[in-house]
T-cell receptor, first 111, second 115 residues
Framework: KQEVTQIPAALSVPEGENLVLNCSFTDSAIYNLQWFRQDPGKGLTSLLL?????REQTSGRLNASLDKSSGRSTLYIAASQPGDSATYLC??????????FGQGTRLTINP | GAVVSQHPSRVICKSGTSVKIECRSLDFQATTMFWYRQFPKKSLMLMAT?????????EQGVEKDKFLINHASLTLSTLTVTSAHPEDSSFYIC???????????FGPGTRLTVT
Protein backbone atom coordinates (compact mmCIF):
# COMPACT_ATOMS: atom_id res chain seq x y z
CA LYS A 1 0.00 0.00 0.00
CA GLN A 2 1.38 3.36 -1.04
CA GLU A 3 1.95 5.91 1.71
CA VAL A 4 2.91 9.53 1.14
CA THR A 5 4.51 11.77 3.74
CA GLN A 6 5.14 15.50 3.54
CA ILE A 7 7.58 17.42 5.66
CA PRO A 8 7.25 19.93 7.19
CA ALA A 9 3.56 20.04 8.06
CA ALA A 10 3.73 23.82 8.26
CA LEU A 11 6.27 26.42 7.22
CA SER A 12 6.38 30.17 7.71
CA VAL A 13 9.05 32.27 5.98
CA PRO A 14 9.64 35.92 5.11
CA GLU A 15 8.81 37.14 1.65
CA GLY A 16 11.61 36.75 -0.88
CA GLU A 17 13.13 33.59 0.55
CA ASN A 18 13.69 30.45 -1.46
CA LEU A 19 12.20 27.34 0.11
CA VAL A 20 11.91 23.60 -0.32
CA LEU A 21 8.96 21.34 0.44
CA ASN A 22 9.54 17.63 0.79
CA CYS A 23 7.49 14.60 -0.20
CA SER A 24 8.36 10.95 0.29
CA PHE A 25 6.54 7.83 -0.86
CA THR A 26 6.95 4.20 0.13
CA ASP A 27 6.42 2.39 -3.19
CA SER A 28 8.85 3.60 -5.82
CA ALA A 29 6.96 1.87 -8.66
CA ILE A 30 5.11 5.01 -9.70
CA TYR A 31 4.58 6.37 -13.18
CA ASN A 32 4.19 10.00 -12.16
CA LEU A 33 4.00 12.39 -9.23
CA GLN A 34 1.94 15.54 -8.97
CA TRP A 35 2.22 18.65 -6.85
CA PHE A 36 -0.96 20.58 -6.10
CA ARG A 37 -1.83 23.83 -4.42
CA GLN A 38 -4.95 24.26 -2.30
CA ASP A 39 -6.19 27.59 -1.01
CA PRO A 40 -8.46 27.57 2.07
CA GLY A 41 -11.94 26.29 1.24
CA LYS A 42 -11.02 25.74 -2.39
CA GLY A 43 -10.29 22.85 -4.68
CA LEU A 44 -6.89 21.72 -5.91
CA THR A 45 -4.82 23.40 -8.58
CA SER A 46 -2.29 21.21 -10.34
CA LEU A 47 1.15 22.83 -10.28
CA LEU A 48 3.48 20.28 -11.76
CA LEU A 49 3.33 16.70 -12.97
CA UNK A 50 6.56 14.74 -13.26
CA UNK A 51 6.59 11.55 -15.27
CA UNK A 52 8.60 8.64 -13.87
CA UNK A 53 11.15 9.03 -16.66
CA UNK A 54 11.82 12.66 -15.71
CA ARG A 55 13.99 13.99 -12.93
CA GLU A 56 12.50 17.46 -12.72
CA GLN A 57 9.89 19.86 -14.04
CA THR A 58 9.85 23.63 -13.94
CA SER A 59 7.05 26.16 -14.13
CA GLY A 60 7.94 29.76 -13.47
CA ARG A 61 9.33 30.05 -9.94
CA LEU A 62 8.50 26.43 -9.18
CA ASN A 63 10.78 23.48 -9.70
CA ALA A 64 9.87 19.94 -8.76
CA SER A 65 12.36 17.10 -8.65
CA LEU A 66 11.78 13.38 -8.52
CA ASP A 67 14.10 10.65 -7.26
CA LYS A 68 12.17 7.42 -7.71
CA SER A 69 14.84 5.14 -6.30
CA SER A 70 14.85 6.92 -2.97
CA GLY A 71 11.11 7.60 -3.00
CA ARG A 72 11.46 11.36 -2.75
CA SER A 73 10.31 14.52 -4.44
CA THR A 74 10.96 18.15 -3.63
CA LEU A 75 9.14 21.31 -4.61
CA TYR A 76 11.41 24.33 -4.77
CA ILE A 77 9.82 27.78 -4.68
CA ALA A 78 12.08 30.66 -5.61
CA ALA A 79 11.67 34.24 -4.42
CA SER A 80 8.55 33.48 -2.42
CA GLN A 81 5.64 35.92 -2.40
CA PRO A 82 2.67 36.37 -0.03
CA GLY A 83 0.45 35.02 -2.82
CA ASP A 84 2.27 31.70 -2.54
CA SER A 85 0.65 31.15 0.86
CA ALA A 86 -1.44 27.97 0.59
CA THR A 87 -1.34 24.28 1.36
CA TYR A 88 0.83 22.26 -0.99
CA LEU A 89 0.00 18.61 -1.58
CA CYS A 90 1.92 15.94 -3.38
CA UNK A 91 0.25 12.83 -4.76
CA UNK A 92 1.27 9.62 -6.47
CA UNK A 93 -0.85 6.99 -8.20
CA UNK A 94 -1.56 3.70 -6.49
CA UNK A 95 -2.27 1.21 -9.21
CA UNK A 96 -3.60 2.52 -12.46
CA UNK A 97 -5.63 5.52 -11.38
CA UNK A 98 -6.05 6.12 -7.68
CA UNK A 99 -4.11 9.05 -6.27
CA UNK A 100 -2.65 8.85 -2.80
CA PHE A 101 -2.10 12.23 -1.20
CA GLY A 102 0.27 13.42 1.44
CA GLN A 103 -1.03 15.39 4.40
CA GLY A 104 0.19 18.62 2.87
CA THR A 105 2.47 21.46 3.91
CA ARG A 106 0.77 24.67 5.02
CA LEU A 107 2.95 27.48 3.73
CA THR A 108 2.75 31.05 4.99
CA ILE A 109 4.80 33.79 3.36
CA ASN A 110 5.06 36.85 5.57
CA PRO A 111 5.25 40.27 3.89
CA GLY B 1 -5.89 23.74 -19.14
CA ALA B 2 -8.69 21.31 -18.41
CA VAL B 3 -11.51 22.76 -16.32
CA VAL B 4 -13.73 20.89 -13.89
CA SER B 5 -16.74 22.49 -12.25
CA GLN B 6 -18.83 21.47 -9.26
CA HIS B 7 -22.32 22.51 -8.31
CA PRO B 8 -23.34 23.62 -5.80
CA SER B 9 -20.31 25.19 -4.15
CA ARG B 10 -22.07 25.24 -0.79
CA VAL B 11 -25.15 23.46 0.47
CA ILE B 12 -26.88 23.30 3.81
CA CYS B 13 -29.46 20.60 4.36
CA LYS B 14 -31.44 19.13 7.19
CA SER B 15 -30.66 15.77 8.68
CA GLY B 16 -32.46 12.97 6.86
CA THR B 17 -32.65 14.67 3.48
CA SER B 18 -30.65 13.82 0.35
CA VAL B 19 -28.26 16.10 -1.48
CA LYS B 20 -26.91 15.81 -5.02
CA ILE B 21 -23.56 17.24 -6.06
CA GLU B 22 -22.63 17.56 -9.74
CA CYS B 23 -19.16 17.34 -11.24
CA ARG B 24 -18.61 18.41 -14.84
CA SER B 25 -15.61 18.38 -17.12
CA LEU B 26 -16.13 21.53 -19.18
CA ASP B 27 -13.69 21.23 -22.04
CA PHE B 28 -12.77 17.56 -22.22
CA GLN B 29 -14.35 14.15 -21.97
CA ALA B 30 -13.58 12.07 -18.93
CA THR B 31 -14.29 8.37 -18.86
CA THR B 32 -13.16 8.34 -15.25
CA MET B 33 -14.01 10.73 -12.45
CA PHE B 34 -13.13 10.51 -8.80
CA TRP B 35 -14.88 11.65 -5.64
CA TYR B 36 -12.88 12.71 -2.59
CA ARG B 37 -13.78 13.82 0.88
CA GLN B 38 -11.68 16.22 2.91
CA PHE B 39 -11.98 16.89 6.62
CA PRO B 40 -10.74 20.21 8.07
CA LYS B 41 -6.96 20.52 7.87
CA LYS B 42 -6.70 16.99 6.56
CA SER B 43 -5.74 15.57 3.22
CA LEU B 44 -8.07 14.17 0.60
CA MET B 45 -9.57 10.74 1.06
CA LEU B 46 -10.69 8.91 -2.06
CA MET B 47 -14.28 7.76 -1.73
CA ALA B 48 -14.96 6.17 -5.09
CA THR B 49 -13.93 5.91 -8.71
CA UNK B 50 -16.66 6.67 -11.20
CA UNK B 51 -16.49 5.15 -14.68
CA UNK B 52 -18.81 6.31 -17.43
CA UNK B 53 -21.50 3.77 -18.17
CA UNK B 54 -20.62 1.39 -15.35
CA UNK B 55 -20.95 1.07 -11.62
CA UNK B 56 -18.67 3.07 -9.40
CA UNK B 57 -15.89 1.40 -7.45
CA UNK B 58 -16.00 2.34 -3.78
CA GLU B 59 -13.10 2.44 -1.39
CA GLN B 60 -13.10 0.29 1.70
CA GLY B 61 -15.29 1.73 4.41
CA VAL B 62 -17.39 3.92 2.10
CA GLU B 63 -21.07 2.98 2.07
CA LYS B 64 -22.23 2.69 -1.52
CA ASP B 65 -25.90 2.89 -0.55
CA LYS B 66 -25.30 6.15 1.26
CA PHE B 67 -23.09 7.79 -1.33
CA LEU B 68 -24.73 7.12 -4.69
CA ILE B 69 -22.60 7.85 -7.73
CA ASN B 70 -23.88 8.16 -11.28
CA HIS B 71 -21.58 8.76 -14.25
CA ALA B 72 -24.16 8.98 -17.01
CA SER B 73 -22.10 10.85 -19.60
CA LEU B 74 -18.48 11.58 -20.45
CA THR B 75 -18.73 15.03 -18.89
CA LEU B 76 -20.94 14.55 -15.84
CA SER B 77 -20.76 12.57 -12.63
CA THR B 78 -23.06 13.05 -9.67
CA LEU B 79 -22.69 12.18 -6.00
CA THR B 80 -25.87 11.89 -3.96
CA VAL B 81 -25.58 11.81 -0.20
CA THR B 82 -28.69 9.98 0.94
CA SER B 83 -30.33 10.43 4.34
CA ALA B 84 -27.63 12.88 5.33
CA HIS B 85 -26.49 13.18 8.92
CA PRO B 86 -24.34 15.82 10.62
CA GLU B 87 -21.30 13.52 10.43
CA ASP B 88 -21.58 13.70 6.63
CA SER B 89 -20.73 17.39 6.79
CA SER B 90 -17.50 17.80 4.90
CA PHE B 91 -15.79 19.22 1.84
CA TYR B 92 -16.39 17.04 -1.20
CA ILE B 93 -14.07 17.36 -4.20
CA CYS B 94 -14.31 15.65 -7.55
CA UNK B 95 -11.67 15.17 -10.19
CA UNK B 96 -11.77 14.16 -13.83
CA UNK B 97 -9.05 12.26 -15.57
CA UNK B 98 -7.67 13.12 -18.99
CA UNK B 99 -6.13 10.49 -21.20
CA UNK B 100 -2.57 10.42 -22.55
CA UNK B 101 -0.95 11.48 -20.20
CA UNK B 102 -3.30 10.43 -17.43
CA UNK B 103 -3.72 13.44 -15.21
CA UNK B 104 -6.46 14.40 -12.80
CA UNK B 105 -7.98 17.87 -12.77
CA PHE B 106 -9.91 18.87 -9.69
CA GLY B 107 -13.14 20.73 -9.19
CA PRO B 108 -13.46 23.64 -6.74
CA GLY B 109 -15.19 21.52 -4.14
CA THR B 110 -18.60 21.50 -2.44
CA ARG B 111 -19.00 22.39 1.21
CA LEU B 112 -21.83 20.28 2.68
CA THR B 113 -23.28 21.18 6.05
CA VAL B 114 -25.95 18.94 7.55
CA THR B 115 -27.91 20.47 10.40
Amino acid sequence: KQEVTQIPAALSVPEGENLVLNCSFTDSAIYNLQWFRQDPGKGLTSLLLIQSSQREQTSGRLNASLDKSSGRSTLYIAASQPGDSATYLCAVPQGAQKLVFGQGTRLTINP
Amino acid sequence: GAVVSQHPSRVICKSGTSVKIECRSLDFQATTMFWYRQFPKKSLMLMATSNEGSKATYEQGVEKDKFLINHASLTLSTLTVTSAHPEDSSFYICSAETSGPYEQYFGPGTRLTVT
